[in-house]
């Protein structure tokens, strides 16, 4: 059994889902072991304790516990290969309220649309297989798909970018870039080579409920197309569009044109970036824009500095009908800057560090978010493979 992580695969390393990231990013950290009969198995997980403190009149704090656990397999045939992949989480656990975080939106606890917060993922993260089969010299066609599973839309989820590894909150322009990472049915279909790929898929677009322990009823009612360049091995670039069925509970009747782009660069030697932009557009209403930037820099085995700037247009933070505020649209700024310091504890790494940030806003919010609201965390994360 391997206690690390495999070396670069010869094309570019795979993302969540069906993406892809720059071939330097290498194979996901974990266990790799054989399974006999020409299987291979990977395990890779994570428990992350945090404890948030969200300053001002709408913030909060927290204790609380994120998790993941994946479990895959995979056999190479002759001219083909098929993956079985599993993810799931505990987070369920937690209130379906989530944890604080400033400025975020998107899906519901306890019939109520959840503001300056994010939502515990669910129990099912991704049930699928994917199978690829060799149609010319370094040419694949592929297919994905299962009950759970994510579609061809965006860039990778941010829990499997290698520069947002050590930051524990997760984006406030989630439900922009990535909030389908966890969609109930989904079926794409793909041709790629070394350093190009295309895709399509059918899927749900209706987002999780807040029942976060099933499996919600499959269906295809939703379609997205991506194009990804990978054009040496430390970037990545992918742009996608999708249409989505009424994804959102909070906006019943309203379908959504969904565009992302992002580049993605790893240097291969401990500095990972990601750049990306989102737009969404509802059908009927507003075409809402999301920016961002973030990076991880691994400048030992042991420290490591990461940040993320984020700017969104948002038109949720007042979901009360009779506010004054209601569906006005604030274009509102997250910098956030954090440090960690890595210990290796066996097969896993065990990174203890924290964050800080603020917000640029317009004047029209001081009143309900104060003048300088500010977020902390303090965190400690026990990573499977280092």
Do not use: C
Request: charged letters at 20%.
């Amino acid at each position: 059994m391997d206690h690390s992580a495999h070396t670069a695969p010869q094309g570019p390393a795979e993302g969540s889902g069906t993406s892809r990231l720059p071939q330097a990013e290498g194979m996901m950290p974990g266990l790799h072991f054989d399974l006999g009969g020409g299987w291979m198995g990977m395990a890779h997980g994570y428990l992350w304790g945090v404890y948030t403190d969200q300053t001002g009149p709408r913030g909060d704090d927290k204790l609380y516990v994120q998790s993941m656990a994946m479990l895959s397999a995979e056999k190479q045939f002759d001219g083909a290969r098929l993956q079985l992949r599993s993810m799931m989480s505990a987070e369920p656990l937690m209130n379906n309220r989530g944890y604080p975080n400033l400025f975020a939106t998107g899906e519901t606890a306890n019939g109520e649309p959840l503001v300056d917060r994010q939502h515990p993922h669910d129990l099912f993260m991704e049930l699928a297989a994917r199978v690829d089969v060799d149609i010319a010299d370094g040419t694949t066609a592929f297919v994905y798909g299962g009950p759970v599973g994510e579609p061809a839309l965006g860039p990778p989820a941010f829990m499997h970018r290698a520069s947002a590894k050590l930051n524990p909150e997760a984006p406030i322009t989630h439900h922009w870039f990535d909030s389908t990472h966890i969609t109930y049915g989904v079926v794409t279909a793909g041709v790629a080579g070394k350093v190009w790929q295309l895709e399509a898929s059918a899927f749900r677009g209706e987002e999780p409920d807040e029942d976060r322990w099933d499996i919600e009823a499959p269906r295809l009612d939703s379609w997205s197309v991506r194009a990804t360049l990978n054009p040496s091995p430390h970037w990545a670039m992918q742009v996608s569009h999708a249409q989505l069925d009424q994804p959102e509970p909070t906006h019943p009747g309203q379908d959504e044109a969904r565009t992302t782009a992002s580049v993605h660069y790893n240097s291969g030697n401990g500095l990972a970036a990601t750049a990306a932009f989102s737009a969404k557009n509802r059908n009927p209403g507003d075409t809402l824009n999301a920016w961002l930037a973030e990076a991880n820099w691994d400048i030992t085995k042991r420290h490591t500095v990461f940040g993320r700037v984020e700017n969104v247009e948002n038109d949720e933070l007042f979901p009360d009908h009779d506010d004054p505020l209601h569906d006005q649209m604030f274009r509102v700024t997250k910098l956030q800057a954090g440090y960690a310091y890595t210990l290796p504890v066996g097969p896993f790494g065990l990174s203890l560090g924290g964050t800080v940030a603020t917000f640029i806003k317009p004047d029209a919010l001081d009143a309900v978010y104060g003048d300088n609201p500010m977020g902390y965390t303090v965190f400690a994360k026990l990573n499977l493979g280092r």
